[in-house]
């Protein structure tokens, strides 16, 4: 993701551009997004287990957790980071490398309220570390190991390099030695006797990608993505050599060693292995474990007679290995796989996703928003909408209805099956539906009882019909292959075209304000047409974007824009002949639906509901 790196203390600000309608780059700085609050944390990759209390790193900061009852792991408190890949915990602190985030060092003395005492950047990505007294050293991505001084958290500063061909991925600390994962590159070994000047003392080419190593003897382990497991012989550092290579269940992605045992993270639906390392030079697999849909063992790590197993999307699975052979599952903190859509409801937002089932979320006090309530998982989720006591969600074949007058326990009422192609997006006027679908258009459907609903008028349109406005007379269609379609929907029995205007890039959403129309339109970014003549809409300006604008919303003088992986732009609209992008706030996931209410802004960012203001 294209972010700008904090130093502790410092404010986060945004460049951004805009075009105005004679074709001059307008160019802002300015803080005006900030964070308000997080929930529904997903795409978990570590986790440290201190006594009954575990600290977890998640793509948007650090969690901790209650695990004194692994049947009900609790949550105590979160830190929002923008970023999360690993975490140590040293006294009273927790170092986190946090991706593109840097290395963030927190303050846990209460753990009830984690504080960041410390940021600073790391050039690439910082994707794990190990701790030895005052230094941290750090697996920086494509900035290499990057070697901080951390006496005083609050202002640690880097001492030391050291440089790789390739990706440095993971690291794994024995002595003065530095063991590296450097994905293409195999194994690195470097001696930080002098940790100002690391020095690299000998390498092993994988024939796979290094994702992680660890060390335990006159061995080391390496997570080799596609090319499995690899244990190499160490006792020479200058010249590791290769003594067995493991085919394993997926691409192989962590390796966590206790005693005899050793377990292998998988993705790709290889779940994790259990391992025995009791003769090295030929490691013998025990069990293969899958223990949920997809299996995205992002981390599996064994202490005594657990394996925590760290699941990129469904959560934190604890896992009784007493006896290996048959692992059993006895809890889970559950977190959905993504999320696609938002919407809200008086003091509650709503979301869905892949796997996700609707998620509520009590935003009565935006800045620590509180899971509410969910339903069952199902798959294929497109969009949501909310009016009333309903919630209505559209996956990959049908409409599904639920009560939620009692918000905390919705309820499933009715499924609707599609009229025809994918639906999309579904938009509530009064006792009509409004419906998108792939292939087919625009189905206006009778919902006056919500639980026999009934489709009576539809207009044919070929491509994928992404976006929905309704307003009035008329209905507008953001449609990716032919542009914004205008239709007279007075009769929902027979809507009729009244224009359409072919615009640049692929339209995905479409929001109303007065006479203009505001198109999300993928790369070509945001367009503003003048529908003030429905027969005869006009392209008056644009506004570019970083990646990929697929939502708009709006508020006031200002007009949202989710930017992909670039997260969520901010563009004042008073003027709509020359909008100006007044502020970007970079979200960790990808930004994919936004919905506003005063001043917040409530987006869908693929791995968590992030509150901005």
């Known amino acids: 993701m294209r972010r700008k790196f904090l130093t502790a203390g410092a404010f986060l600000l945004c460049l951004c551009f805009s075009l105005n309608p004679g074709g001059s780059l307008t160019v802002s700085e300015n803080p005006g997004l900030s964070y308000v609050g997080s929930a529904l944390w997903t795409k978990a990759h570590d986790i440290r287990v201190q006594g009954n209390i575990a600290f977890a790193a998640f793509l948007d900061g650090l969690l901790i ?112 030695l530095l063991w590296l994962a450097t994905g293409s590159a195999g194994l690195q070994v470097v001696s930080v006797k002098d940790p100002k000047n690391p020095v ?110 760290v699941d990129y999307f469904s959560g934190i699975f604890f896992v009784d290995i007493a006896s290996p052979e048959k692992p059993r599952t006895v ?106 679908a792939d292939h087919a258009g625009l189905f206006i459907i009778d919902i006056q009882d919500p639980l026999n609903p009934a489709v009576v008028g539809a207009f044919k349109l070929a491509g994928f019909t992404y976006g929905l406005a309704v307003e009035g007379d008329y209905a507008f269609l953001a449609n990716s292959d032919a542009g914004l379609h205008i239709l007279d929907v007075r009769n929902p029995k027979e809507p009729v075209l009244i224009a359409a205007k072919k ?31 429905p027969e005869s809409p006009q392209l008056i300006s644009s506004v570019p974007v970083d990646d990929f604008a697929n939502y708009v919303v709006g508020e006031g003088d200002f007009a949202f824009v989710s930017d992909g992986i670039a997260g969520v732009k901010k563009i004042n609209i008073r003027n709509p002949a020359a909008p100006k992008v007044e502020a970007c706030f970079d979200t960790p996931g990808e930004a994919q639906a936004l919905a506003a209410k005063g001043e917040l802004v409530f987006v869908a960012d693929s791995y968590s509901l992030i509150i901005l203001k």
């Open 200 to 309: 690299l003392l000998g390498s092993l080419d994988t024939d796979g990608t290094a994702e992680s190593v660890l060390v335990s003897g006159d061995y080391a382990f390496v997570a080799d993505g596609p090319g499995g497991l690899k244990v190499v012989d160490i006792s020479n550092p200058a010249t590791p050599s290769l003594k067995a290579s493991l085919t394993t269940s997926g691409y192989a992605r962590s390796v966590s060693v206790d005693g005899k045992y050793l377990c292998v993270g998988n993705l790709y639906d290889g779940g994790f292995q259990v391992i025995d390392i009791s003769r090295p030079a030929s490691p013998a697999i025990i069990s293969t474990n899958r223990y949920t849909m997809y299996n995205e063992s992002w981390n599996a790590i064994i202490k005594r007679n657990m394996v925590y197993v």
């Open 331 to 436: 809890g889970v903190y559950f977190t959905p796989s993504s999320l696609v859509a938002v919407a809200l409801g008086g003091d509650y937002a709503f979301a869905v996703g892949e796997l996700s089932g609707l998620q509520v979320v009590d935003i009565s006090d935006p800045a620590n928003p509180r899971p509410a309530g969910s339903t069952d998982i199902f798959r294929g989720v497109q969009g949501l909408e909310v009016s009333g006591n309903y919630a209505y969600v559209t996956d990959r074949w049908s409409v599904r209805i639920f009560d939620v007058s009692n918000p905390e326990k919705p309820r499933p009422v009715h499924t609707m099956r599609s009229p025809g192609g994918v639906p999309r997006r579904i938009i509530v006027r009064n006792r009509y539906a409004y419906l998108t």
């Open 503 to 533: 615009l640049p890039g692929e339209p995905y959403s479409v929001f109303l304000r007065g006479k203009y129309a505001f198109v999300a339109s993928g790369e070509a970014g945001l367009h503003v047409v003048d529908i003030s003549q």
């Open 65 to 176: 957790m209650d695990v004194g009852d692994l049947k009900n792991p609790r949550l105590v408190s979160k830190l929002y980071l923008g970023g999360g890949y690993r975490v140590e915990v040293k006294g009273g602190v927790a170092l986190v490398a946090a991706g593109d985030r840097g290395l963030n060092i927190v303050d846990i003395t209460d753990i009830k309220h984690p504080q960041l005492k410390g940021r600073v950047a790391t050039d690439g990505q910082a994707r794990d570390l190990a701790i030895d007294g005052p230094y941290a050293f750090v697996a920086a991505g494509s900035a290499g190991l990057l070697v901080f001084d951390i006496k005083d958290p609050a202002s640690p500063r880097i001492i030391g390099r050291w440089s790789s061909s390739a990706e440095v991925l993971g690291l794994a600390l024995s002595g003065e």
